[in-house]
């Protein structure tokens, strides 16, 4: 009985924590600044995952509390142009997202939603999922089709460790160029903009 306990809390923790099982071999495609990023082909998907972890010295609630604020996390998630809070359920949060893409590809939109899990062990895990027919689509925006990912914060060695993992279906119609860039770069630039805000005193 015991051995089955801990077979489901396993496979649970890996439901909430690798959301992106089904990604194939991940490989680097950038180490610079204390920021590793990472790609994965996804199969029936024209567009790769991408996985970022970087240490930050700051403590988990500050990191935490930076994730939080709604509107001021604009200010550091990639080509954000505006983000606003919906609707908070008890560890369930749902977002709303305009962002800035760059010519000739459309503005991008997304509706989230979150859930927040805390371990026994002070870690902190957001899964992230798209949910495109939650609101009705804006004028002069591309709904953002699928989002699949996690945000994972843990304490280590006085700081944290973070870990930020998605794969998404644009919608519309994506340059592969624009694409290839945007997997890395969104991904770095966040956690590059996440950590320099977090570490200032």
């Keep these: 009985m015991g051995s089955l306990k801990q077979m489901a ?94 010519w000739p590809v459309t503005a991008r939109d997304s509706v989230m939603h979150v859930t927040t899990n805390v371990a026994a062990d002070g870690s902190l895990t957001r899964k992230l999922e798209g949910v495109p027919k939650y609101l009705p689509e804006e004028k002069g925006f591309v709904r953002v089709a699928k989002v699949d990912g996690f945000w ?24 592969s160029m624009v694409a290839n860039k945007f997997v890395v770069d969104a991904p770095f630039n966040t956690l590059k903009a996440l950590k320099a805000r977090a570490e200032k005193p």
Excluded: M
Aim: glycine share 8%; with cysteine; charged share 25%.
């Design 9 to 102: 809390l396993v496979f649970g923790l890996s439901a909430v924590l690798v959301p992106l099982a089904f990604a194939e071999e991940w490989k680097e495609a950038k180490n610079e600044e204390g920021i590793k990023i990472e790609l994965s082909a996804i199969p029936g998907s024209d567009y790769k995952a991408y996985r970022g972890v970087t240490f930050i010295k700051a403590p988990l609630a500050k990191v935490r509390a930076l994730q939080e604020d709604i509107v001021g996390a604009c200010s550091w998630i990639h080509e954000c142009k505006s983000q606003k809070l919906l609707k908070t359920e008890g560890d369930q949060s749902w977002t709303y997202t305009q962002f800035n893409t760059p």
């Design 152 to 175: 994972k914060l843990q304490p280590k060695d006085g700081g944290t460790e973070v870990t930020y993992q998605v794969h998404t279906e644009p919608g519309g119609s994506v340059p």
